[in-house]
Antibody, heavy 115, light 107 residues
Framework: QVQLQQSGAELVKPGTSVKLSCKASGYTFTSNHMNWIKQTTGQGLEWIGIINPGSGGTSYNVKFKGKATLTVDKSSSTAFMQLSSLTPEDSAVYYC????????WGQGVMVTVSS | DIQMTQSPASLSASLGETISIECRASEDIYSNLAWYQQKSGKSPQLLIYAANRLQDGVPSRFSGSGSGTQYSLKISGMQPEDEGDYFCLQGSKFPLTFGSGTKLEIK
């Protein structure tokens, strides 16, 4: 069965970076795009970007360009999202979700940015 | 960016009641619309894709309709397990955008 297993919760300091992971199983990793989504109580759900694991090609929401960097490691079927220059406004739950249909989601990871 | 206006923001329904949730896009999204359910503390789950296609394993009481800029999700016969948040997603144009969500509760 398709599973997306995300890394654990992060407590990080302002100005630093964090790299989140999303390990895929149960399907051919390179055959489906992977999306990343931010969820907050105030802003709701925001699409950060999408990566094609086969080619490494990416598309970003302009709002998150410079903030998020999407990569993959095909050998481990894992997608990554690095968030840089973190501020308290980056505190959120972040999800990965498979394909343009967002048909499977990871369990989410809470990132808290606090000094 | 395409704006997705979702209504109502909250809804209370009795068991067995039929309810509808609407999403209006700021431009034609050519049926590239999906609906998701999110229960408290859980990840969203896909219910409907391509405006009216039922995802495998989703109960048939869920249905989607619409075209152009107007779309709706219907639950025919509210069940206790249907409590949660519902939101739409347009997949027509980057950046992909979500509706603001509807909180559905049992009356």
């Amino acid at each position: 069965q398709v599973q997306l297993q995300q890394s654990g919760a992060e407590l990080v300091k302002p100005g630093t970076s964090v790299k989140l992971s999303c390990k895929a199983s149960g399907y051919t990793f390179t055959s489906n795009h992977m999306n990343w989504i931010k969820q907050t109580t105030g802003q709701g759900l925001e699409w950060i970007g999408i990566i094609n694991p086969g080619s490494g090609g990416t598309s970003y929401n302009v709002k998150f360009k410079g903030k998020a960097t999407l990569t993959v490691d095909k050998s481990s079927s894992t997608a990554f999202m690095q968030l840089s220059s973190l501020t308290p406004e980056d505190s959120a739950v972040y999800y990965c979700a498979r394909s343009r249909a967002f048909d499977y989601w990871g369990q989410g990871v809470m990132v808290t940015v606090s000094s | 960016d395409i704006q997705m206006t979702q209504s109502p923001a909250s809804l209370s329904a009795s068991l067995g009641e039929t309810i509808s949730i609407e999403c209006r896009a700021s431009e034609d999204i050519y049926s590239n619309l999906a609906w998701y359910q999110q229960k408290s503390g859980k990840s969203p789950q896909l219910l409907i894709y391509a405006a009216n296609r039922l995802q495998d394993g989703v109960p048939s009481r869920f249905s989607g309709s619409g075209s152009g800029t107007q779309y709706s999700l219907k639950i025919s016969g509210m069940q206790p397990e249907d409590e949660g948040d519902y939101f739409c997603l347009q997949g027509s144009k980057f950046p992909l955008t979500f509706g603001s969500g509807t909180k559905l509760e049992i009356k």
